[in-house]
């Protein structure tokens, strides 16, 4: 097994400055300023705000514009290539959220229009297109996504689970952005100016940048990611930590994931917004951190705008331009040094050989990454195997259902009762400061309520210090009340309290900052299967690493859009939602279960339930690990499930316990986070409870559960006595 | 005056979503923000929604906002020399 650095064999781009590297490269040469007032969407503002927007000829509503944007991207990246991905990572906020609005705006309310609303079905849309079969992981960390999407990738490589995956980012512009931000009071009218020291704020963009990673070389001469790091302010939902703690957190451990030091460094891509805050705790931290020696900095989100989600994947290929055609671009639109600032920008694109580059990308929730790309061939370095690993044993855990918290769901699922519902808000926020859950709607009580009960009774040492969360859909009510009072003040009056509380990561970012989590904080969300994408990224983040990291996944129900969102809620017998989490941590401890994730793969595939059994060892495997099964069956996949399940049976000749969970927890994306849960519970007793297989309890005699996601993917978690 | 900062105490209680806090609790003359209400950025950004769009002002600007929103009266008597309803 090789650690250190991946080589970038393919790359793909499209943002405000055009399409492709050419383009991309013409428009930095130039310094052009890509900010117009170009919009996809009207707007009833007296005065326009100047967006980074791309011209795309087909303007249609289907598939949404991050859609293809990501698409763009992704082509240009696998030109030439045969052999799809072995995995995609895409980091995104924005997902179909455009055509959602416009649909909402016309209150149009038929199911089928919103069938690409989901964040993941970006990344899915890649898969089909290329023909992956494996892991489909959608990011979602605000602002630092494609970072974060491109440090998992990175993960993926150095141990192993893959050998080529296609990793970046994508957001189009949507009405939730542009009047989100404008709602905080982060819009530069006049266009940003980072660094400048009459900047007002950013400009918000849209765009794609897609790399297709290996750990082997390709044909030409190509950069490398050396190394990447994350960290987590956990200090303001907005707000960057003042000093820039958080961001030189993650500046520190990409250069220790890299093994180089700041003066290897000779070019720093900024985060660098336009925001009066973060130019000024981004300043303070690569001041603070590089000493007198620092190396010429810029951002180009004066030139392109702020392309969110794309961004950190956006500068990762302009970082690969700037070793690859000896550039370092101007910080466009800087005209005054901001002494509060101390930082002279690079204000003319410079024309000179570049080996090593530093690109940072912070996010709303204090979510911080840094990567390093570099012309620098790194020696390869030997890893421990994975047998000498400890496993990530489960140090605490909650859940919550219809039922209620952890102790009731697990008396009503046991004694084979439904568990499904929505739970009443006061229940649900039982242990929850009033203050700290004012201006908190459902989603992410349910995190909190999860995080805080998870923890209860544990040791300061065992504490979180990372975060992996996963959700379906996200804060669906903040969403909802945000557009919905969007379309009734005719855009003039939007919540900025919604706006905040509706980005995916807001639930992971509040858990952070109750529990005071500054380590990596990422938020997954691929429909039924996010807690296995969160409990991937967990085990790709604890690698090298015995912190402990918080594993969750809940969903919530919202009445008008859950049934309109998520086929499967159309087709439950009753609302329910939930969620359930894991706190974990890697090393040996005798007595305690352990908890992994053995396969995530595609659901279409003729021999997909083969590899399946086949990563369990088999039919020996399946019957020396595992007493029992939790199958997910979504009601919107059950005929493709069941067909799954029964070759599942047949080909591991599997005779234990069996358990259809959803019929009990009812139907919402988080469902196996609950199942996982449970499952560990059954664990704790040592057998199956009677009334789940309609007799007396089953003995597990030592072995362990096996959590089962069938429909569109195949996943499969184990929990078994370490 | 007097009735624009007993409204305005009213709104804020409400928008805000403050636990355990009556309308009657929040001083004229003290911090409005960071103090012990617990007021902070995201509120402010809250409240100047609901000024712009109940009173017809705009408070754009971090400058302008850590002035006006220093206190309950020196909010309320902004709000009077700028709406174009209130009687001076």
Redesign the interface.
Known sequence: MTGGAVYIVGMGIVSSLGLGLDETMDALINARRALTTASPFPIALPRYLPVGAVSLADAGQSPPRTHRLARLAADQALAGCDIPPDAIVLGTTTGGILTTESLFEQQIDDPKRYGLHALGSVAEDLARRSGCTGPVITVSTACSSGAVAIKLAMGMLRCGLARRVLAGGADSLCRLTYFGFNALQLIDPDGARPLDRDRRGMSVAEGSAMLLLSLAPGDAACPQIIGAGLSCDAYHATTPHPEGAGAMAAMRAALDDAGISVSDIDYINLHGTGTIDNDLSEARAVKTLFGPGLPPASSIKGATGHPLAAAGAIEAVVGALSIDRGLIPANVGHRTIDPALGIAPVTSPLRRSVSTVLSNSFGFGGNNAAMIVSRTARPLETSPSASDRPGLTIVGRACLTGAGLTDETRRAFFAGHACRGVLAGGALAQGLAPRLIRRLKRLPQMALSLAVHACDGVDAERMPVMVSFGTAWGALSETHDFLERLIETDQQYPSPTDFIGSVHNAPAGQIAMLLGAKGANVTTSGGDYSFEQALLAADLLTRQTADPIFVAAADEHHPVFSPLFDASVRLAAQPADGGGGLLLQRRQAKGASCIALAHYGSGEPADGVKTLVQALGGAAGMDRRFGAVMVGLPAARRKQAQRQLDSFLELSRFQGAVIDYRRLTGEFGGASAVASVLATEMLGRGSVPGPLVGGTDQALNGKGVLVLGLGDFITAIRIVPS | MDQLIAELKTKIVDI?????VNPEDIQEDAHLVGGEL?ID??DV??M??MI??DYGVAI???EL?AKVFATLRTLAAYIQEKAPELPN
């Open positions: 805000l979503n403050l636990p355990d617990g950025s995201i950004l809250e100047v929604i712009e769009k754009n600007n971090k906002g």
